[in-house]
């Protein structure tokens, strides 16, 4: 290993050390109210040994302790701290397999529990990505389905890494750069095109998208995609609580859903793509939910921001140079678009990869056939902006 790439790799380690031990004041890992601390790290080894049934009395007695806390006395961030344990727990009580479509065929009493937490919170009783990769890991206080590490191996040392540890470290970096884009998306479908802050707004969630791009090549990097597919996509399943299946990762897309409407998805005819909104709009964070429905309602009857760009450019004369206040509007969404790109190929590929280890060809988002028409329909637009792109550079 060179200089720049020992660099590279101590920059990294550190940058995933940042990620796994960041923690917000609301996920204080003191906060066990269920009492499960112990059973965190016990459950991977008694997967691994088909003790399923000792999960599944640790988790019955989770579930019967829920019931004798006041839950009037506890702030929000502790109820929160009920969604993320009460939800893996649960999860981990499902496997090896369902026996049913609900997750009380696992646990009695698991649908009346995540209801109650659900109806606490405001939060869909399976809506805690935020907060399994916010979570500080400790050994005393592990919040992991897995245990298996990996060796990331320096000039000078030697490192062993958790793989669940990598991915919600490149899960944390995505979303964050997600958090800091939607309040901009909230505020853009109210910005006309040609509106001089319209392009600034877009380069601004560009770097903000960027995030997703870095995560996504974070987890790419250390190959674990054969662990995921065998080991932690099992517990990513879709289950049913009180006849309602709820996927595990709609809030982290919720972000990317928001994008790929406004600058691509409003022109669409497709109702499947249209059910896909409406199943994702409700795993948006509690605050700003009905924020997030306004601002995709606000799109109907209106083209998206990329053909209403194109319109306006085909208006334009062929043998005339592209007008100066549209100049920077064709750049700042063609680069943009291609953000987007750059994160759903390898986020697909990653997909299908891990479907290859899956015999059922299950993932956990419960709407597969949706990434490879995400990524088609963003190839699409940005070929129908490239004739104008190729203009401005020969300018």
Known sequence: MNTRES???NQEVEK????ITYTSQKLREEWDPLQVNQLFIDAPSLHRRGAIADIRHGVQAAIERYWHIDHASLAYQQLIALSRDGVMLVTSATLPDLSGPSVDDAVPGSS???QHIADLTGLPPRNVDDYYTDCRLSELSSRRFTDNVIQISGDQESRTIFSEDVFRAGVREGKMGQDAAISKLLQIPAVDTTAPDFPNLVKEMQRDFYHMVIGIT??????ITDWFAKELLPYLKPYGVNGVEYVHSGEQMVGMLMAHH??????SQDEEYYQYVAKNVPYAPREICAQVSQAIDSMNGRKSFTSELIDM???NPSHEP???NLKEVTLAIFNFLSTLATFRNPHYGQIIRSLGHRPDGQGSGGDIDMPPYLLRKTNEQL???KPYIKSLRRA
Do not use: N, V
């Open 16 to 19: 995933i050390d940042d990620i």
């Open 7 to 9: 660099l590279l790799y």
């Open 262 to 267: 406004f600058f691509i998805g409003a022109d």
């Open 383 to 385: 070929d129908r902006l």
């Open 218 to 223: 974070t987890i790419s990097r250390y190959k």
């Open 313 to 315: 450019l085909s208006d």
């Open 322 to 324: 592209i007008p100066e």
């Open 112 to 114: 009346a529990m995540l």
